[in-house]
């Protein structure tokens, strides 16, 4: 269970400031602008720990709430979660109703710290798949909070990035088509004269709202991007750390920072000609 | 006036103090970084004396690799790396010798896509991999059939050249053939709500505008940091992506590694 007192502790007391005082050395390189997550191994921290996989997701839960926390005091601007895939509805629907609960539970604990620190929130995803209730809930959050702008969060549910681009591209095609460009303007006897270009699919990506990521982390000890932000992620320093996700603390974020500082230069300059 | 005199005074002892604390953050965020340089070169060399073990076959796990389950290996290789062929030719010369049939050459400004016609006639037997439209007979139709047969059959080792034209641009112009299909077809007049187009559409429409290649296995990147810099987003949505470390330091024994254990990852596919 999620309560709002774990929050204030978080901000508050002497681990707090000790945090700050090590962030302020880190703030002498160059702070990632937007940092992803891919939050795998709770089920495995589940087993670890001999507790039971919705326990496990609690914990989980948990360890992103301290993430978002440490962002915002070390300067990241942009946050993205990986919540819940498109191919995670293959999982037992008992065990898809209870992420689903608990999605429920972390939408109104997010609209409570949404005011407390001016967070803007947005759900990345097919929404359609969500049930009536989580939709409108999250629909709401995302209409209260679109006037601020100090920080961003973006949970991406019901998400791939296959289903992103697909989307974008037939939120593209309807567009020129509204737009009046119907088959008579499309040149064929021109190799595919691109009619839709790389900046309208782009637009009607559902991730639109944040920059590309400057970091994106795995736990779990995994090495692929599992259908996550595949597109945004050119010019994305990808870090695999081989703790579980409920385990992920300030060191790892902190472990994490110091080797994009290291690569910063590289990573930079590629951004750039791409 | 003395208060002038003392609020002045005040004023450039906090300056010295506010100056004097930037220096030790810096001198402290320097420290760490340097400790952290001297762990990653100490974590080098105990990888250099690994990759030795494994060469010489003194590690004996890596003796017998499943290679059957790396069906397509892509290789991403940094600017300055893309302009050293000999070292590409010796790789691919590796992975051959170890048994692996189709490789994509991947690099963001197309340098190896100019060299194509160099690394193939230095790489005995190689063939260039051809992304065959929909309406051709299909390398694909063979391997969805009889996929593991073709693969295992292949006496040749076919290479693709990939770049970031093939990224993003290539999405554009799969959307473009897909925007014909649309209008063509009236779905305008649907609920639009309802998808119109599928996976598999995109697919096709992909290999129509010719980049349509396999989703590879397996990504090595070698360049100074583990970034897929715009290797094309539709086929590396579930590759397992290592990171190699810079092309004039390669050596046969990391490659076995991560081939190895590649081997022996299993996927959930999401369940």
């Given at each position: 269970m999620l309560r709002e007192d774990i929050i204030i502790d978080i901000f508050s007391g002497w681990r707090s400031f000790l945090r700050k005082c090590l962030f302020r050395v880190l703030r002498v390189g160059p702070i990632p602008s937007h940092i992803a997550v891919i939050m795998d191994g709770n089920r495995r921290y589940a087993k670890k720990k001999k507790i039971d996989d919705m326990t496990g997701y609690d914990a989980g839960a948990l360890a992103l709430l301290h993430l978002i926390i440490y962002c915002m005091e070390l300067g990241v601007k942009y946050v993205t979660a990986y919540a819940f895939s498109i191919d995670n509805f293959r999982r037992h629907p008992e065990e898809v109703q209870k992420i689903m609960d608990l999605t429920m539970e972390s939408v109104m604990l997010l609209t409570w710290m949404s005011k407390l620190r001016l967070v803007r929130v947005h759900f990345a995803g097919n929404?359609?798949?969500?049930s009536a209730d989580i939709q409108d809930a999250a629909k709401r959050l995302m209409e209260s909070t679109?006037?601020?702008?100090n920080f961003v969060l973006t949970i991406c549910i019901c998400y791939t990035c296959s289903d992103e681009i697909l989307h974008a591209v037939e939120e593209s095609c309807k567009e020129k088509w509204d737009d009046g460009?119907?088959?008579?303007?499309?040149?064929?006897?021109?190799?595919?004269?691109?009619?839709?270009k790389v900046v309208d699919i782009e637009k009607h990506?559902?991730?639109?709202?944040?920059?590309?990521?400057d970091i994106l982390i795995r736990t779990g000890g995994e090495y692929r991007l599992s259908n996550f932000l595949v597109w945004q992620s050119s010019c994305c320093h990808l870090s695999s750390l081989g703790t579980v996700w409920p385990e992920f603390g300030v060191f790892h974020l902190v472990w994490v920072v110091l080797d994009f500082q290291q690569n910063y230069r590289y990573v930079a300059k590629k951004k750039l000609q791409l | 006036m003395d208060f002038s005199n003392e609020s002045r005074v005040l004023h450039r002892c906090s300056a010295h103090v506010r100056d004097i604390g930037n220096l030790l953050l810096r001198s402290l965020w320097h420290l760490v970084h340097f400790i952290i340089s001297i762990c990653n070169f100490t974590l080098d060399i105990a990888n250099v004396l690994e990759s030795y073990l494994i060469s010489s076959g003194l590690?004996?796990?890596?003796?017998?690799?499943?290679?059957?389950?790396?069906r397509y290996l892509a290789i991403v290789i940094e600017s300055e790396g893309a302009y050293q062929t000999l070292k590409i030719i010796e790789l691919l010369q590796w992975l051959e010798a170890v048994g692996v049939k189709h490789v994509c050459l991947y690099d963001n400004e197309g340098i190896l896509k100019k060299s194509k016609d160099f690394i193939l006639e230095n790489l005995d037997g190689a063939i260039l991999f051809q992304v065959l439209s929909y309406w051709q007979p299909s390398i694909y139709a063979m391997l969805d059939a009889h996929e593991n047969n073709v693969l295992l059959d292949q006496q040749h080792m076919t290479l693709e050249f990939v770049s970031f034209s093939d990224g993003k641009e290539a999405v554009a112009k799969a959307a473009n053939v897909l925007f014909m299909k649309y209008s063509k077809s009236g779905v305008t007049d649907q609920n639009q709500k309802e998808k119109i187009f599928t996976e598999s559409q995109m697919t096709e429409a992909l290999k129509t505008v010719g980049s349509g290649g396999p989703e590879p296995d397996l990504l090595l990147v070698y360049g100074p940091?583990?970034?897929?810099?715009?290797?094309?987003a539709w086929r590396i949505k579930y590759t397992e992506i290592v990171h190699m470390g810079l092309l004039k330091s390669m050596n046969y024994g990391s490659l076995i590694k991560a081939i190895y254990k590649f081997t022996m990852v299993r996927q959930n596919y999401g369940k």
């Open positions: 929404l359609q798949l969500l679109a006037g601020y702008k460009i119907g088959i008579m303007g499309y040149d064929e006897a021109n190799d595919y004269e691109r009619l839709i990506m559902y991730m639109a709202i944040a920059p590309d990521p | 590690l004996g796990r890596y003796k017998s690799l499943h290679i059957a389950k790396l940091a583990r970034c897929h810099l715009g290797f094309p």
